[in-house]
């Protein structure tokens, strides 16, 4: 691999790396800080929905224009999240779109499971089949731009591109926003 090559690989683990050091922030501290995450005076309040689709329906006969309004955010926000892991993950690992999407989907029941457990959020499974639907929608983004390309070079340059676009908005949230969700 020449100086580019090389190059590019350390920028995108890099904007990996800020990537995955989001979805921690997002998923496990946007509720409750760092601190008073192990406090043991902590009130914790569990939510486990364990029933597929029940959320969503829930969100879609409600009457609320406020809940319409949070569950628009989610539903979309579940699945937004999770579409670049699955560009990532078939960057890193071509051609293996099976494991790739079975990945997402561990990965997804995991964060569910520790969100339950640590009190922190709803652990539902409507968010694992959501994150699932990013997470393909991420892997077929690349076959696109595979298909489109034609050149695993071209496609690597096409994400690293758009990476360094998106860059300065992940550490913007990253680092200046506090999440409220």
């Known amino acids: 691999m020449n100086k580019q090559g090389r190059m590019e690989t ?3 683990y890099a904007v990996f ?12 501290l946007s509720r409750v800080s760092l601190v008073d995450l192990f406090n043991s005076q902590r009130t914790i309040d569990r939510s486990i929905n364990l029933i597929p689709f029940h959320s969503i329906k829930d969100y879609i006969f409600s009457n609320s224009a406020t809940i319409k309004k949070f569950a ?3 539903v979309v926000g579940n699945i937004v999240i999770f579409i670049p892991l699955g560009t990532y993950l078939s960057l890193i690992k071509n ?6 999407l079975l990945f997402i989907v561990i990965i997804s029941l995991f964060i569910e499971i520790i969100q339950g457990l640590l009190g922190i959020g709803a652990s539902d499974i409507d968010d694992i089949l959501l994150n699932g639907l990013g997470g393909f929608v991420g892997v077929l983004g690349y076959t696109f731009l595979m298909f489109i390309l034609r050149d695993k070079i071209k496609v690597r340059t096409a994400i690293t ?3 360094a676009i998106g860059l300065p908005v992940l550490l913007y949230l990253l680092f200046a926003v506090r999440l409220r969700l």
């Open 10 to 12: 350390a920028f995108l």
């Open 95 to 100: 051609n293996k779109r099976t494991t790739n």
């Open 161 to 163: 591109i758009l990476s």
């Open 72 to 74: 628009f955010a989610n």
């Open 17 to 28: 790396i800020c990537y995955i050091l989001f979805l921690c922030k997002l998923l496990f």
